[in-house]
């Protein structure tokens, strides 16, 4: 994270010592933030523009798999302070580049994201989890709201084993 440093959102929190220097800090880079997503907005896949526009702020990760070049997260959004709020978000991240660490992302907290343009991919996706960072670089993304009250396994097969 550049702009959203965890640094400064432990500092942001009650009982830091710090926290009216933070606030005024993130409000600050709230705002370098604004103006650096215009100027990048224009270049990033429209679903990549949409997650950050409406964010996933207190949604939970429920699930992460990879097949292949592809990635996809369930998040659980149903209490969550954005537009996705009250529902299961499937987000699908194709052509994925190297290998974003899957293992501690079931469970994860999902606080603040950045979207940045990637020297060796479309876009890359940096979030900002309850205790740990997570990026991705990738091609494209697919945001997916399942319906309400939708319980969702997701199996991904082997190509090999399709048909």
């Known amino acids: ?12 929190q009650p009982g830091s ?13 709230r705002k ?5 997503a215009e100027a990048v907005e224009p270049m990033l896949p429209t679903a990549v523009r949409r997650l950050c526009r409406e964010g996933l702020h207190d949604a939970i990760v429920q699930s992460a ?8 997260l369930i998040v659980d959004a149903t209490s969550a302070l954005s537009r996705f709020a009250r529902r299961i978000i499937r987000l699908t991240f194709r052509a994925v580049r190297g290998r974003p660490a899957l293992a501690r992302l079931a469970g994860a907290w999902w606080l603040y994201e950045e979207a940045h343009l990637s020297q ?5 996706l940096q979030v900002l989890f309850h205790d740990f960072e997570w990026e991705i670089e990738a ?6 709201v399942l319906p309400r009250g939708r319980v969702l396994t997701v199996e991904m097969v082997p190509s090999s084993r399709r048909k």
């Open 32 to 36: 370098l933030y604004n103006r650096y």
């Open 120 to 124: 060796r991919s479309r876009f890359s």
């Open 65 to 72: 798999t990879r097949e292949g070049d592809r990635v996809v």
């Open 1 to 12: 994270m550049i702009f959203f440093t965890r640094e400064l959102y432990l500092g942001y």
């Open 139 to 144: 091609g494209d993304l697919t945001i997916d």
């Open 17 to 29: 010592g710090w926290e009216r220097r933070a606030e005024r800090e993130w409000r600050r880079r």
